[in-house]
Nanobody, 124 residues
Framework: QVQLVESGGGLVQAGGSLRLSCAES????????MGWFRQAPGKEREFVAA????????YYADSAKGRFTISRDNAKNTVYLQMNSLKPEDTAVYYC?????????????????WGQGTQVTVFS
């Protein structure tokens, strides 16, 4: 029942930054774990970052750790992905997702609701 809408993607030079937003509606935001995944053409969907639904620290893929930060604004029902030091290999469609599980981990199979995606293109 949850609805997710991503925004904030675009074209950015390598080394630059973007902040993605995911607006959630249809269910209480804080009840769900929220995550970001990405998918490049011809590649499998890849986990990027997530925040567990109740307390807990955010967690990241190795490729994102140290460069990306996931955060949440419950008042706005919005989750963010701040991406710094972007690399061309970060180019992908980025999807936000919601899970009804307390501990969804990094598997896309544990996230049941998905946004439409937002394109991030990093050029050198």
């Amino acid at each position: 029942q949850v609805q997710l809408v991503e925004s904030g993607g675009g074209l950015v030079q390598a080394g630059g930054s973007l902040r993605l937003s995911c607006a959630e509606s249809g269910i209480t935001f804080s009840r769900y774990a929220m995550g970001w995944f990405r998918q490049a053409p011809g590649k499998e969907r890849e986990f990027v970052a997530a925040i567990r639904w109740s307390a807990g620290s955010p967690y990241y893929a190795d490729s994102a750790k140290g460069r990306f930060t996931i955060s949440r604004d419950n008042a706005k029902n919005t989750v963010y992905l701040q991406m710094n030091s972007l690399k061309p290999e970060d180019t992908a469609v980025y999807y936000c997702a919601a899970s009804s599980l307390k501990e969804p981990g990094s598997s896309y199979e544990n996230f049941g609701s998905w946004g439409q995606g937002t394109q991030v293109t990093v050029f050198s």
